[in-house]
């Protein structure tokens, strides 16, 4: 699996109409769409398909044709990020229409290479699962063990001061296993 963690934009021309396709991360969703209503107020069509992992680690997806033909749009945007095994990730494609109708497969297809584009044309990350880790240590080796941690891909995501000091670690269950703190 993949996601992105920035937004990423492309645009993909057919017959006068134009598919200006942003891809982002899915927690922006809200905020992005808002702002895009706002930038192309002139624009006829805000079609978005988006891809997360819930809680349990179950991928929810949904997809709006917003007016055009049913199906056309949504739908072919949502598959070609799941054939890229795209998570945690939104797409919205924002169409002018060019004044010659591309026909229902036409817009499958339109919608799909602008989805196709913008994600050719973007940085993707591998999704790796993090799980979490308690550690205590000594106030006498806490230096050593962040220098330590600080030469894997591990967080550390809270310091709790008491007697000892506890660290919660956050990384590949697998990395977490290997450090055997």
Request: charged share 25%.
């Given at each position: ?9 492309q ?41 997360y ?7 929810v997806?949904?997809?709006?044709d ?11 945007s ?14 919205i494609?924002?169409?002018?229409f ?6 229902t497969?036409?817009?499958?297809k339109?919608?799909?290479?602008a989805?196709n ?7 993707l ?9 308690i550690?205590e ?22 310091k ?6 506890k660290?919660?670690?956050?990384g ?10």
């Amino acid at each position: 699996m993949q996601f992105v963690k920035e937004q990423f934009v492309q645009t993909y021309e057919i017959k006068k109409s134009k598919f200006i396709a942003y891809l982002f991360p899915y927690k922006e969703f809200k905020e992005v769409m808002e702002v895009l209503k706002k930038e192309h107020p002139k624009a006829r069509h805000f079609v978005y398909a988006y891809r997360y992992l819930n809680e349990f680690d179950q991928i929810v997806e949904n997809c709006s044709d917003d007016g055009e033909p049913k199906g056309t749009s949504g739908k072919p945007s949502l598959a070609v990020m799941g054939g890229n095994d795209l998570i945690n990730s939104a797409v919205i494609i924002v169409r002018y229409f060019g004044g010659i109708k591309l026909g229902t497969g036409g817009l499958v297809k339109a919608y799909g290479n602008a989805v196709n584009l913008v994600i050719a044309n973007s940085l993707l990350h591998k999704y790796i699962k993090l799980d979490q880790k308690i550690i205590e240590v000594e106030y006498t080796n806490l230096s050593k063990i962040e220098y330590e941690i600080s030469k894997y891909d591990i967080t550390i995501v809270n310091k709790e001061f008491t007697n000892n000091v506890k660290l919660t670690l956050e990384g590949s269950k697998e990395l977490l296993e290997f450090l055997n703190f």
